[in-house]
C-alpha cells in the first residue's frame, strides 16, 4: 500500500484531507520516537458554524461529538493500515494523548503534527486553519515510522492583518499578534481566557462543555467556505436583547439619532430625549409586550430594533445602526428578524419624509407610504405599512 491508497481509503471513510509530515525536528518524547505523524482532518458542518453568531447551540454540541468520534474511528484505521503494511503506528486517540493540565493542552498537540503535515497554519484564534474551511475542521493525529513522502511544513502564519477573531472574541483571548513555528501559545494566545469564555458560552447549553467557535465562524476563510457552499453568512447574528443591553442601546440610539438632529437642527426629537428610565420601562411593561433587537458584533450592539403588537398591528420603532457599520446589510437583517416575531401581522412604521434614504429602504422591503402627519414646523412624518 502506498500514500495516496492510504489516503484514499481515509477520505472514504469519512476524512476531509490527510498530511504527511516529518517530526523529526521535534523532541524525542512528545513523538514517542516515532519520525512521521500523519495528520488527519474531519470538516465540521459548515451550516451548524454559520449558526453560532448567537451563541453555543445543541446542533453544535452534537456536531462535535460527531466529529469526534469519526476522528477516533479514522485515527484507528489508519494505524491498523500502517501495521498491515509493515510500519509501526501508534493512534493519538482520546486514550492515548497526554495531556498536561498545567499547560491546559497535550504533550503533543494535534495542531502541531497537521502544521507539519502541511494542512494548514496555526491562526490568532490558537486553531488550525485550513484553506479550504478555515478553521471549520476537527482533526487528529497518528505516529508512525512508515517511509513515506512528507508535506512541505507550514512554519508561518497566513492570517496577515487579520483580525477579525481579536476582534470579535468574547472572551478577548486573541492577544493579536501572528504565530510562527517559534513561537509559544501564550505569546498570540490566553487561553484561560478562551476556557472561561467557552464555558460561559456554551452553559445554556451543555453545562460543563467548553465550546464557542465565534472565532471559527468570523475567520474569512471560514466565511469564504460558507458562501462557497451556498449558505447565507451567519454573522453578525440578530439576537434578542436583554434587560443589561437597554443602556448600551440607548447610548447606540442617541448617537444613531444625533445626525437626524443636526440635519434638523433641532436637539428635541424623541429619540434624544428619551432616558433610560423610559427604555427601561417600554422593555419591561407587560401590557405592551415589546421586543427588542440587538447585532453584536466586535464585543459591541451595532444595531438594534424594536417592536410590540397590538389589534393585529406590528409596530415597527427605532431601528438604529452604528454609524460605522451602516451601509453592510444590518438593517435589512434586524427588519427581516422583527418582522418574523409577528408573522401575519399587518407591519407599521413611520420616518421623517425628508430622509428619502430611509424611505427607499423601507420601500426596498415591501413598505407603501400610506399617510403624512406634521409633527412640527419642521418635522414631518411619512408613515408605511406592509400586509
Request: glycine content about 8%.
Given at each position: 500500500?502506498?500514500?495516496?491508497?492510504?489516503?484514499?481509503?481515509?477520505?472514504?471513510?469519512?476524512?476531509?484531507?490527510?498530511?504527511?509530515?516529518?517530526?523529526?525536528?521535534?523532541?524525542?518524547?512528545?513523538?514517542?520516537?516515532?519520525?512521521?505523524?500523519?495528520?488527519?482532518?474531519?470538516?465540521?458542518?459548515?451550516?451548524?458554524?454559520?449558526?453560532?453568531?448567537?451563541?453555543?447551540?445543541?446542533?453544535?454540541?452534537?456536531?462535535?461529538?460527531?466529529?469526534?468520534?469519526?476522528?477516533?474511528?479514522?485515527?484507528?484505521?489508519?494505524?491498523?493500515?500502517?501495521?498491515?503494511?509493515?510500519?509501526?503506528?501508534?493512534?493519538?486517540?482520546?486514550?492515548?494523548?497526554?495531556?498536561?493540565?498545567?499547560?491546559?493542552?497535550?504533550?503533543?498537540?494535534?495542531?502541531?503534527?497537521?502544521?507539519?503535515?502541511?494542512?494548514?497554519?496555526?491562526?490568532?484564534?490558537?486553531?488550525?486553519?485550513?484553506?479550504?474551511?478555515?478553521?471549520?475542521?476537527?482533526?487528529?493525529?497518528?505516529?508512525?515510522?512508515?517511509?513515506?513522502?512528507?508535506?512541505?511544513?507550514?512554519?508561518?502564519?497566513?492570517?496577515?492583518?487579520?483580525?477579525?477573531?481579536?476582534?470579535?472574541?468574547?472572551?478577548?483571548?486573541?492577544?493579536?499578534?501572528?504565530?510562527?513555528?517559534?513561537?509559544?501559545?501564550?505569546?498570540?494566545?490566553?487561553?484561560?481566557?478562551?476556557?472561561?469564555?467557552?464555558?460561559?458560552?456554551?452553559?445554556?447549553?451543555?453545562?460543563?462543555?467548553?465550546?464557542?467557535?465565534?472565532?471559527?465562524?468570523?475567520?474569512?476563510?471560514?466565511?469564504?467556505?460558507?458562501?462557497?457552499?451556498?449558505?447565507?453568512?451567519?454573522?453578525?447574528?440578530?439576537?434578542?436583547?436583554?434587560?443589561?443591553?437597554?443602556?448600551?442601546?440607548?447610548?447606540?440610539?442617541?448617537?444613531?439619532?444625533?445626525?437626524?438632529?443636526?440635519?434638523?437642527?433641532?436637539?428635541?426629537?424623541?429619540?434624544?430625549?428619551?432616558?433610560?428610565?423610559?427604555?427601561?420601562?417600554?422593555?419591561?411593561?407587560?401590557?405592551?409586550?415589546?421586543?427588542?433587537?440587538?447585532?453584536?458584533?466586535?464585543?459591541?450592539?451595532?444595531?438594534?430594533?424594536?417592536?410590540?403588537?397590538?389589534?393585529?398591528?406590528?409596530?415597527?420603532?427605532?431601528?438604529?445602526?452604528?454609524?460605522?457599520?451602516?451601509?453592510?446589510?444590518?438593517?435589512?437583517?434586524?427588519?427581516?428578524?422583527?418582522?418574523?416575531?409577528?408573522?401575519?401581522a399587518r407591519y407599521e412604521l413611520f420616518t421623517a419624509k425628508h430622509n428619502e434614504g430611509n424611505i427607499r429602504f423601507y420601500e426596498s422591503l415591501g413598505y407603501r407610504s400610506y399617510e403624512t402627519r406634521d409633527l412640527t414646523d419642521k418635522?414631518?412624518?411619512?408613515?408605511?405599512?406592509?400586509?
Amino acid at each position: 500500500m502506498d500514500s495516496l491508497q492510504f489516503r484514499k481509503i481515509l477520505i472514504d471513510a469519512g476524512a476531509w484531507d490527510i498530511g504527511i509530515g516529518d517530526l523529526s525536528s521535534l523532541p524525542h518524547e512528545p513523538r514517542q520516537g516515532m519520525p512521521v505523524g500523519i495528520s488527519i482532518a474531519v470538516a465540521l458542518d459548515l451550516s451548524v458554524i454559520n449558526g453560532l453568531g448567537a451563541g453555543a447551540t445543541h446542533a453544535h454540541v452534537k456536531e462535535y461529538r460527531r466529529a469526534n468520534m469519526l476522528l477516533e474511528q479514522l485515527a484507528t484505521l489508519a494505524a491498523n493500515l500502517l501495521v498491515q503494511a509493515g510500519a509501526t503506528a501508534i493512534p493519538l486517540t482520546r486514550s492515548q494523548v497526554k495531556l498536561s493540565f498545567r499547560d491546559h493542552g497535550a504533550v503533543l498537540p494535534h495542531k502541531t503534527v497537521a502544521t507539519r503535515a502541511g494542512l494548514g497554519w496555526i491562526g490568532k484564534n490558537a486553531m488550525l486553519v485550513t484553506k479550504g474551511r478555515g478553521s471549520a475542521v476537527r482533526i487528529t493525529s497518528v505516529l508512525t515510522d512508515v517511509r513515506w513522502p512528507a508535506a512541505i511544513p507550514c512554519d508561518e502564519s497566513m492570517c496577515g492583518d487579520c483580525d477579525q477573531c481579536v476582534r470579535n472574541c468574547p472572551g478577548q483571548a486573541p492577544l493579536g499578534s501572528n504565530w510562527s513555528v517559534a513561537k509559544k501559545r501564550e505569546d498570540f494566545f490566553d487561553v484561560l481566557a478562551c476556557r472561561k469564555s467557552c464555558i460561559e458560552t456554551s452553559w445554556r447549553v451543555t453545562p460543563g462543555e467548553s465550546l464557542c467557535s465565534l472565532c471559527v465562524l468570523v475567520c474569512p476563510w471560514t466565511k469564504k467556505a460558507i458562501k462557497e457552499a451556498g449558505l447565507d453568512y451567519g454573522f453578525p447574528a440578530v439576537q434578542m436583547a436583554q434587560k443589561g443591553d437597554l443602556e448600551e442601546i440607548l447610548e447606540l440610539q442617541k448617537l444613531a439619532f444625533s445626525k437626524e438632529a443636526e440635519r434638523l437642527q433641532d436637539f428635541t426629537i424623541a429619540p434624544l430625549q428619551q432616558t433610560i428610565e423610559n427604555i427601561t420601562e417600554e422593555f419591561s411593561d407587560p401590557r405592551k409586550a415589546a421586543i427588542f433587537l440587538k447585532i453584536v458584533q466586535e464585543r459591541r450592539i451595532v444595531g438594534s430594533v424594536r417592536a410590540y403588537e397590538k389589534d393585529g398591528t406590528c409596530y415597527i420603532g427605532r431601528l438604529v445602526i452604528h454609524p460605522e457599520y451602516q451601509r453592510q446589510g444590518l438593517g435589512k437583517r434586524l427588519m427581516q428578524a422583527i418582522e418574523s416575531c409577528y408573522m401575519g401581522a399587518r407591519y407599521e412604521l413611520f420616518t421623517a419624509k425628508h430622509n428619502e434614504g430611509n424611505i427607499r429602504f423601507y420601500e426596498s422591503l415591501g413598505y407603501r407610504s400610506y399617510e403624512t402627519r406634521d409633527l412640527t414646523d419642521k418635522i414631518v412624518l411619512v408613515y408605511m405599512e406592509k400586509t
